[in-house]
């Protein structure tokens, strides 16, 4: 549904976006991370033609956005990071409004607005004045304002910035329950959200995209090994020169506060057995055993301080 092709923005001499590549399929969320200043918002202007590039194209569906700008934004729905909400109207007359502005027919309008409201459960709010909402619930009207005219794609710029931490759960779970539905680009600089929301990852970094896969295949990339957690009962110093003397074992950390063990190791196979087998061999009680991914921020730090 999304293609980017070789994008670049530059400013003068400076290249905000340099030379850029992905794709999106329909269905997908996919999180865009980068520090600030990374050209994130920038790329997602471009993709919704806000922003024309200085070279390179992008395409939404079939249709390249510079070529055929009317009929590429008509599949897009935009939640900037502070939507553009009149607060003087009511959420019902202000998403009607907004629903004839994308297109929607008149005859149509009241059918979209009300299932916009259902979907975004804003049905107590309907008739209430969007400067009386809380924060959370302008975030509600922002992205029912940008589901009104059923674009096939949406493209969320922080959407949960500034919310409390129930909101945010709302959220989170009103985009998973859209992206069901539509192809999601999602920008956050929230990455446990991105980790429980997004089907895969785009990193960018002084413009370039610096890694894009599913957070899987990101972390065993980043990695060069595996991640073993270990809790043992009857836990002493010797141990530890247990441990160290497993063929494959690389470091270890040892976490009081929790009684656990990160390995770190070869990525072979049955490296887990090999552990559990010689531990108990030395008299120790194994509770458990577990491999554990890099986390989406060690996955992210890593790829931006090798750029």
Known sequence: MIKVINVTKEYGKFKAVDNI????????????????????TTTMRIITGYFLPTSGDVFIGEHNI??????????????????PLYPEMPVNDYLKFVGLLKGVNKKEINKAVNYVIEKT?????????IKTLSKGLKQ???IAAAIIHDPEVLILDEPTIGLDPLQIIEIRNLIKEIGKEKTILLSSHIL??????????IIINKGRIVAKDSKENLAKKASSGKRIILKIK????????????????????????????????????????????????NGYSLMSIREEEMSL???????????
């Open 297 to 307: 921020e060690e996955i992210f730090a890593k790829y931006v301080k090798e750029e």
């Open 121 to 129: 459960s804003l049905g107590e709010k309907r008739y209430a004045k």
């Open 66 to 83: 510079e070529e055929e700008p009317d009929v590429a934004k008509a599949l897009i729905g935009y939640l900037p990071e502070n939507p």
């Open 234 to 281: 009857n836990f002493d110093q010797n141990c530890l020169n247990v441990l160290q003397s497993i063929n494959g074992v690389q470091n270890y950390f040892y976490d009081e506060k929790t009684n656990e063990i990160l390995i770190l190791t070869e990525d072979r196979e049955n490296i887990e057995n090999d552990i559990s087998k010689l531990i108990i061999e």
């Open 140 to 142: 509600r009207v922002g």
């Open 192 to 201: 446990a959200e991105v980790q429980e929301v997004c089907d895969k990852v």
């Open 21 to 40: 590549s992905f794709e999106m399929e329909k269905g997908e969320i996919v999180g865009f991370l980068g520090p600030n200043g990374a050209g994130k």
